[in-house]
T-cell receptor, first 114, second 115 residues
Framework: DAGVIQSPRHEVTEMGQEVTLRCKPI?????LFWYRQTMMRGLELLIY????????DSGMPEDRFSAKMPNASFSTLKIQPSEPRDSAVYFC????????????FGPGTRLTVT | AQSVTQLDSHVSVSEGTPVLLRCNYS??????LFWYVQHPNKGLQLLLK??????LVKGINGFEAEFKKSETSFHLTKPSAHMSDAAEYFC?????????????FGTGTRLTIIP
């Protein structure tokens, strides 16, 4: 299995631009998670999905952030408009139904907003 | 509410000596506890898990952790450090054994191995 796939691996954009991060979970996993990691705040859960349905988005910082999961094999995290404080590493993770704590992380997308 | 506190932000040990990474937890329910490891520029990987079975749990790469309810601790240990152990380690708590997908991560401990 290829594991969780994220794209792009690195993204540099200017303030005000729209940014879209993509994730392909492991086949057969029914839960998907988006995290953000910064030096100041550590690892934060932004949102998670079960069977493509958003379950908890309380970690989404504000309305500029949105996430979708149109099918079991694809999810996006969008930031519009982006701000410098959004600079971070964004991780996507997936887990199987019976072991939701056993999350498999992708390699992350390093986002820099200038 | 649930939380974990990793007592050391950075630990350095010599290769071949024991490793101890400390973690205390707080949970309103009987907790499930985990250690995840993150190697440089990589995603996190599950190292080991405690889910109310044996209090001493063994993980990958020779690591183990002991759940001590009286001390609310879940420290990670390894008898002999290897250079490849250099990484960031996260202690994680979940409120229930299964069905609660929301994990709470500690702030991490960076482990440095001295040759």
């Amino acid at each position: 299995d290829a594991g969780v796939i994220q794209s792009p691996r690195h993204e540099v954009t200017e303030m005000g631009q729209e940014v879209t991060l993509r994730c392909k979970p492991i086949s057969g996993h029914n839960s998907l998670f988006w995290y953000r990691q910064t030096m100041m705040r550590g690892l934060e859960l932004l949102i998670y999905f079960n069977n493509n349905v958003p379950i908890d988005d309380s970690g989404m910082p504000e309305d500029r952030f949105s996430a979708k999961m149109p099918n079991a094999s694809f999810s996006t995290l969008k930031i519009q408009p982006s701000e410098p404080r959004d600079s971070a590493v964004y991780f996507c993770a997936s887990s199987p139904a019976s072991r939701s704590y056993e999350q498999y992380f992708g390699p992350g997308t390093r986002l820099t907003v200038t | 509410a649930q939380s974990v506190t990793q007592l050391d932000s950075h630990v350095s040990v010599s290769e071949g000596t024991p490793v101890l990474l400390r973690c205390n937890y707080s949970s309103s329910y009987s907790p499930s506890l985990f250690w995840y490891v993150q190697h440089p520029n990589k995603g996190l990987q599950l190292l080991l898990k405690y889910t109310s079975a044996a209090t001493l749990v063994k993980g990958i790469n020779g690591f183990e952790a002991e759940f001590k309810k009286s001390e609310t601790s879940f420290h990670l240990t390894k008898p002999s450090a290897h250079m490849s152990d250099a990484a960031e380690y996260f202690c994680v708590v979940s409120a229930r054994n299964f069905g609660n997908e929301k994990l709470t991560f500690g702030t991490g401990t960076r482990l440095t191995i001295i040759p």
